[in-house]
């Protein structure tokens, strides 16, 4: 696994083994991210990535100018290795890995600055934690005005159109997987 563009193409991320952690694909990534340039991009922009895996979306996000992502991990070798991944490209001063369920450590940064994008890519056994991760982000401090929450989900497997006032309003598929956008109509 690399990353796709900007300051860290090129650049290898570990990853671990397992089936645990399934990696967004390179192509998925690279759709997200042409997506959010056509949308305003991502410079300077606030991220959360949840059930962050390798931090490769996060990352990505880092490499193309976003000023500072949070990684929410709970598997603490996993966490270990975004850690890694961060330290490898010198970019751990614009990062923080926190190891901790999505859920509640939605509830612990309520006090951070507002994001512009969340990130969340739950492990498949795992479906049912989308519902619960829109309600938390639908009337959260944690969301800027106009922030973007994304899901990414297999296509057998419909997150649902969201939780008032954040409701989806794009999906894009491509091969097995599929990203739905959201964000608050209020």
Known sequence: ????????????????????????SDRLRETLFNVLAAAGGVED???????????????EALSRGAGYVYFVEKAPKVARIIETNLKSLEAGDQAEVITSDAGAAL??????D???????????????????????????????????????HTKHFDPGDGVDPL?????????DAVLSFYRRTT
């Open 1 to 24: 696994m690399r990353i796709i563009a900007g300051k860290f193409r090129s650049r290898p991320l570990k990853a671990p083994q397992g089936l645990d952690v399934r990696p967004s």
């Open 45 to 59: 922009s606030r991220w959360i990535d949840l059930f962050a895996g390798t931090g490769a979306v996060g990352i």
């Open 107 to 112: 509830r612990h940064m309520e006090g951070i």
């Open 114 to 152: 507002p994001v512009d994008f969340v990130f969340l890519d739950p492990p498949y056994r795992e479906e049912g934690a989308y519902l619960g991760i829109l309600r938390i982000l639908a009337d959260s401090p944690l969301l800027k005005p106009s922030a973007i929450v994304i899901a990414e």
């Open 167 to 175: 409701r989806r309003y794009r999906s894009l598929k491509q091969g």
